[in-house]
RNA sequence: GGUGGGUUGGCCGAGAGGCGAGGCAACGGACUGCAAAUCCGUCUACACGGGUUCAAAUCCCGUACCCACCUCCA
C-alpha cells in the first residue's frame, strides 16, 4: 500500500508520487513570532510532525523546512507599544515556541530559516518577477513593490477562486496598485512610524519584504524550485498560499506538488486567535496534562477535522492513553516491534491517525488479555508493536524526552521511595494475611493519599505515582 | 457575492453504498477480603424532508442550522 494524501489544489485524495525516489522534501509554513503560541500553532505543528514520522517511518529522507516570520506590522506594532526593539520581541516569541515544540516533541526541522535572514534571496526573487514582468514598483514613490495578479493568469488555481469573483482587500492601500487584488512583495520603510533596523536595502529603496516572498524564497534556497509538500493551517489557503504559489511560478518555478492543510482547533465556538484573546497557551494547558497527553489529545482527531477544544475532551484522552501506559508498564523489558497492518494502512489513507490509535488500543486490549493469561512472551510482542505504532505518532511514554525535566530530581528520589513504600507494602499484606482489612485499606488509604497508587497482581502488588496529589 | 467544509449514540471522535472504528463515562458480570487494574457483556447513533438502489450515515435533490477563507491569523 502507498501512501496517499489529500491535496488541497485538487480537492482529492491521491498518490503520494515524490519528485525524487525515496526523498521527501517537505515546507511548512511556521510561525509569525509575535505573541505566546496556544494549542491551535501547536496543533498543526504536531500533525505535520506525524506526517514527517510516518515519511521517515515508510523510509523516505525527508527534508523539512519549517520558517520563522520573525519581521511583520503586528511585530512592529507591538513591540512599539510594548516600548522594545521589535528583534527583541520576536527573539523572544520564537524561544517561547521552541519550548512548546520541545513539551510536545515536536522534532527540530531540518532548517528553521528566518524571514530576516533570506533578505537578499527575496530582493532577488522580487527582481525577477520584475523582469519577467509580473510584478512593478509603485509610481507614486512608496518603496512599495506589487505582484501584477492580472498578469498571471493561473491565479487564484490553488483556492479555485476567479479573480473578479474575490472581494477587493477592502483596507489595502489603493495606492500604486494597478488592481486592488495585487499584493505587496516589498514594503517600503515608512521613515516617520518605523525603527531603521526593520528596513533593508533594495534597488527600490529602504524596506522589508511582504509576507508572502519569504516563504517563497526560502522554500525554493532550501527545497529547490520544485519540491513535495506545502503545509500549513487552512487559513493560509489564501491568500498566503495562493500568492506563495503564484509569485514562484511566475518567477518560473513549479512549487509545491501537494498542499496540506490542516483544520482548525476553536474554543467555545471561536476560532483562537490573537486579537480576539481567547488564545489558550500552552504553559497554561500544560498545568492540566502532561505534553504527552496533550499531543495525544491532537492525535486522536484527523488534521482535517474541526477540533472544539475542552478541558473536559482533553482530560477524556489523558485517560484513554493512560490506559495504554498502565499495560506497558505490565510488560517489562520491551523490544521495539513491527507495526500492524492495519496501524500503517490507516497512516497511509491520508494520515489517518483516529484509525491508528484505534489500532493501538485493539492491541493493547490484546495485550492485556495475555497479561492477565500470564504469557509473559504474548505480552512482550504485543507490547513491542504498540511502543513501533506509538514511536511512529511521537508518543511513545519511554521516550527519554518525555522525561527531561523532572527526571533527575525524580530518579534519586524513587530509590528511596521505593523502600519506603515496599515496607508499606510488606506491612499491608502482613496485615491481609491476618484477615484485618481495616488495617490493610487504611495503608492503603494512607499511600493513595501521597500520589501512590496500589495494584495487586497475582505475582504480587505494584505501585506508581499516579501524579495526582 | 465567491470559495471550501461541517451537522454521527450520554460525551469525544472515525467511517463514506451491504460486515456495530476506537476511546471516555455509565451499568451488569468475572476476578478481588473489599477495591483498583484487567477481561467479558450492555448502551444498535448518523440534522430534517424527499429520491435513487435489492441495500443509504455513506449517492442525488431540497431545507435548516453551523463554521472557515476572500483582511493579520496554525
Redesign the pocket.
Known sequence: MTLRLYD?AT?EVRDFVPLQTGKAGVYV????V??EP????V???VNFDVLRRWLIASGYEVTFIRNI?DI???ILTKSADQGRPWYNLAYDMKRELDKAYDALHVLPPTYEPAATGHVPEMIELINLLIERGHAYAAEDGSGDVYFDVRSWAAYGEL????ID????????DPRGKRD??D?ALWKGWKQDSEPVTASWPAPWGRGRPG??IECSAMAGKYLGDAFDIH??????????HENEQAQSRAAGGRFASYWM??????TA????????GN?LSIPGVLQRVRGIELRY?MV???????????F??L???A?????IE??LE?VPEVIVGELPAAFSA?LD??L????A??????A??????H??ADESEAAAAVAGSVIAMLSVLGLDPADPHWSQGSASDSGELKGVVDVLIAGLIEQ?QA??AN?D??A??AI?DQIAAAGV??????QG?RWKLTGQN
Not at 509554513?29 to 509569525?32: E, P
Not at 497508587?453 to 497475582?458: A, L, Q, R, V
Open positions: 488541497t480537492g509554513c511556521g510561525l509569525t509575535q505573541g496556544h494549542v491551535g500553532h496543533r498543526s505543528a516570520t511583520d506590522d503586528k483556492t479555485h477562486q476567479g469573483d474575490m472581494e477587493a482587500a477592502t483596507d489595502a486592488p487584488r499584493f509576507w508572502h503545509g500549513g493551517g487552512v487559513d493560509l489557503r489564501f491568500p498566503h492543510h490542516n483544520a482548525w482547533i476553536t465556538g471561536e476560532k483562537m486567535s490573537k486579537s480576539l488564545t489529545y486522536s482527531a484527523h488534521y482535517r477535522s474541526h477540533v472544539e477544544f475542552s473536559e475532551a482530560e477524556e484522552a485517560s484513554a492513553f493512560r490506559r498502565r499495560f505490565k490507516a489513507d491520508d489517518g491517525t483516529p484509525a490509535i484505534a489500532a493501538i488500543h485493539d493493547v486490549r490484546q495485550g492485556n488479555v497479561v492477565a499491608r496485615a491481609r484477615k482489612f481495616a490493610a485499606d492503603r497508587e496500589i495494584e495487586d497482581t497475582p502488588a
